[in-house]
């Protein structure tokens, strides 16, 4: 065992926008700095930054089209970025060798898996290049999510293709999982199984998770860590528990609402201005659960509400 | 008593998951549904169970353990502690159900309802949950 998996407290992450890089932290698992990447004349990275820390389970959020994928693919360097550094586990990305490599675990979101090969052949084939690979794990899952072992990939349902692809990521039993909308194929009882083996990972190992998702139900459960992608950017990382207590939506005159969020030392997470000239806030800091103003209007939020407010 | 029917979860909620629990917990114990050396779920079988990050589950429990309700013991399940024997008396568990009417209460006013409507309409739901045809 190495100090790698032992889990760190995913509180300590700063939750202005945009992360502080301390130097005290232990070795993080993903460190992202500045990366840009622009097709055309969209700028889908925009100097993002972003850090996992060991242990952490970061839920990744943003509309369709906003660059998850892509800033997935440039984590992984499966897509080259024009500018800024990627480090994995403290190593730049172009120097990880294939011990650091066989640590890491992806699910894309369409799966590539030899369609011609069986699920069997396809495990016995990528086991090949992973120094450590639970068989038992693989098996077992194999057998509990119904994946018939001898039958063509390109056969298989869609939604058996997609568990097949999260058994091959977890297989190797990584430290570092990367997963680009893992359920999207699967009905809520096979939602619900996947959920369950990514706890156990985590209760198992203290594995690194990143997952992008639509369905906020599932990362509720099992994402400690909320990260929202808007305008090329991380806009903002916190614990979800924090992000549902510390924020409320505050509504009413735009004076008296401006007075509110500086008096209670509120960060602005969205401002909408209102039909009828007022103005409504998100508005996010330790002192939003007292908030009492007779001329505002104040409400707690949902995560879909802040998803709506801050990937506008 | 297993996990995952004596415990439920809501997502798509303003309360936060941990939260939840707590309440639970703090509802159970009231009413004397749980009592006194009762032992709860470990953090794993409850992690498991409902598919919810570990940590959310061992923050609600340090909370609970932090107000009294529950007691950890070294190497063994976490129990209902000793002082919560009995059931509180009704006049102190209506207090549990203050939070949820003054939220009603607030859903009340924005709707523009009159308070008779409200009451009966409480009634009538109160009246189906006893005649157990929710």
Partial sequence: ?312 | MSADTFFSINTGSTEPIYRQLIEQVRRRVASGQLSAGQEIPSVRELAQALAVHPMTISKAYSMLEAEGLLERRRGLAMRVAARHERAQPAADRIELLRPTLEHAAAEVQQLGLPSSKALALFKEILASHESGEP
């Fill in chain 1, 1 to 312: 065992m190495n100090d790698l998996i032992s889990p760190a407290d995913p509180r300590g992450l700063t939750l202005s926008p945009g992360i502080s890089a301390s130097t005290l932290q232990p070795e993080a698992s993903v460190q992202l700095r500045g990366l840009r990447l622009q097709y055309g004349r969209q700028q889908v990275l925009d100097g993002l930054d972003w850090q996992l820390l060991p242990g952490q389970v970061v839920g990744l959020l943003g509309r369709n089209g906003v660059g998850k994928t892509t800033l997935l693919e440039s984590l992984l360097g499966l897509r080259d970025v024009q500018a800024g550094e990627v480090q994995l586990f403290d190593q730049p990305l172009d120097q990880l060798d294939d011990a650091l490599r066989g640590r890491i675990g992806f699910v894309p979101q369409r799966a590539e898996l030899f369609e011609w090969l069986t699920p069997a052949q396809m495990l016995a084939y990528f086991r090949s290049f992973y120094p450590r690979w639970n068989v038992a794990k693989a098996e077992g899952l194999l057998s509990r999510w119904d994946i018939a072992r001898d039958t063509p990939i390109g056969k298989l349902s869609g939604g058996q293709q997609q568990r097949l692809s999260i058994v091959r990521a977890l297989a190797p039993e990584p430290d570092l999982l990367v997963l680009d909308e893992p359920v999207s194929s699967l009905d809520p009882v096979g939602r619900r199984d996947f959920l369950r083996e990514l706890v156990e990972q985590v209760l198992d190992r203290g594995t690194t998770v990143v997952f992008s998702t639509h369905i906020l139900s599932d990362l509720e459960r099992v994402a400690f860590n909320v990260a929202f992608m808007a305008r090329g950017r991380i806009v903002l990382q916190a614990p979800l528990d924090e992000l549902l207590e510390h924020s409320r939506r505050i509504s009413g005159p735009a004076s008296a609402v401006q007075a509110c969020v500086s008096a209670h030392r509120l960060q602005t997470l969205a401002s909408t201005p209102l039909n009828n000239g007022g103005l409504a806030v998100l508005g996010f800091g330790e002192q939003a659960r007292s908030l009492a103003a007779a001329a505002l209007r104040i409400e707690p939020l949902s995560l879909e509400d802040l998803f709506t407010g801050i990937t506008q």
